[in-house]
């Protein structure tokens, strides 16, 4: 495990975190198609922001791999899974070696949300796919996108499967219901329209009534403002 340079084409070689004055950019990866729309929104983000873009996938510890007796030797899993996991990032970063972006590979160890979020602590941001490539590890573990929009302490990009054509590409839409939250969301949905020069739209959204015809306290709901 461990943060290595991209293979030759991309600019950034040092694994020495130099770039973390630019600005960090932190996208998880598994080879799925979720991930590798995620991937493609990440290199244009940090393209766009002039961050760094850390490339990470996270894999399980060998003896979640293999709990049982008889299986083969914690190095050599070791070298089978960091071989299968650099390969595979290597293959989705192929198509990028003209992108005028610095990145770095990672492959860390553990429960991906809890990997991903650490990671992308005191970053400008954890960018991830909506689906990943196990419905098992799913089931078992929870989806990995609902866990770090929850936890995280970055700011989460969940991007949607790629199939869904027909998407605005010219607007930044926030929601806003006048929490601190709402309010962080605001600056940061201001600051990507203007770096992407699209229109920014904000949404204000008011609760129903109470149940039984209640009114809402003295004051109302006042939306979030700057």
């Given at each position: 495990a461990g943060e290595r340079p991209c293979p030759q084409g991309w600019a950034g070689r040092s694994s020495e975190r130099w770039w973390v004055a630019m600005g960090e950019l932190v996208v998880g990866v598994d080879g799925s198609a979720g991930s590798r729309g995620?991937?493609?929104w990440a290199v244009d983000a940090a393209r766009?922001?002039?961050?760094?873009?850390?490339?990470?996938?996270?894999?399980?510890?060998?003896?979640?791999?293999w709990p049982s007796e008889g299986g083969p030797g914690d190095e050599e899993l070791e070298r089978v899974v960091a071989g299968r996991a650099n390969a595979m990032l290597d293959e989705m970063l192929a198509p990028y070696g003209d992108a005028d972006v610095t990145m770095t590979t990672a492959r860390l160890e553990g429960v991906p949300y809890e990997a991903l979020i650490d990671r992308a602590d005191r970053t400008n941001g954890l960018i991830v796919?909506?689906?990943?490539h196990s419905l098992y590890r799913r089931l078992l573990l929870g989806s990995?996108?609902?866990?770090v929009v929850v936890h995280a302490r970055a700011p989460v990009t969940v991007v949607p499967p790629p199939e869904e054509e027909g998407?605005?590409?010219d607007a930044v839409i926030v929601g806003v219901d006048g929490s601190q939250g709402a309010r962080r969301a605001l600056l940061?949905?201001?600051e990507e329209a203007r770096l992407r020069r699209w229109e920014l739209e904000v949404v204000g959204v008011q609760p129903p009534p109470p149940v039984g015809?209640?009114?809402?306290?003295?004051g109302g709901l006042v939306m979030g403002v700057l």
């Amino acid at each position: 495990a461990g943060e290595r340079p991209c293979p030759q084409g991309w600019a950034g070689r040092s694994s020495e975190r130099w770039w973390v004055a630019m600005g960090e950019l932190v996208v998880g990866v598994d080879g799925s198609a979720g991930s590798r729309g995620a991937l493609a929104w990440a290199v244009d983000a940090a393209r766009v922001r002039g961050d760094h873009l850390a490339v990470v996938t996270v894999t399980s510890p060998p003896a979640v791999l293999w709990p049982s007796e008889g299986g083969p030797g914690d190095e050599e899993l070791e070298r089978v899974v960091a071989g299968r996991a650099n390969a595979m990032l290597d293959e989705m970063l192929a198509p990028y070696g003209d992108a005028d972006v610095t990145m770095t590979t990672a492959r860390l160890e553990g429960v991906p949300y809890e990997a991903l979020i650490d990671r992308a602590d005191r970053t400008n941001g954890l960018i991830v796919g909506a689906r990943g490539h196990s419905l098992y590890r799913r089931l078992l573990l929870g989806s990995v996108s609902q866990q770090v929009v929850v936890h995280a302490r970055a700011p989460v990009t969940v991007v949607p499967p790629p199939e869904e054509e027909g998407r605005r590409q010219d607007a930044v839409i926030v929601g806003v219901d006048g929490s601190q939250g709402a309010r962080r969301a605001l600056l940061r949905a201001a600051e990507e329209a203007r770096l992407r020069r699209w229109e920014l739209e904000v949404v204000g959204v008011q609760p129903p009534p109470p149940v039984g015809g209640g009114r809402w306290p003295a004051g109302g709901l006042v939306m979030g403002v700057l």
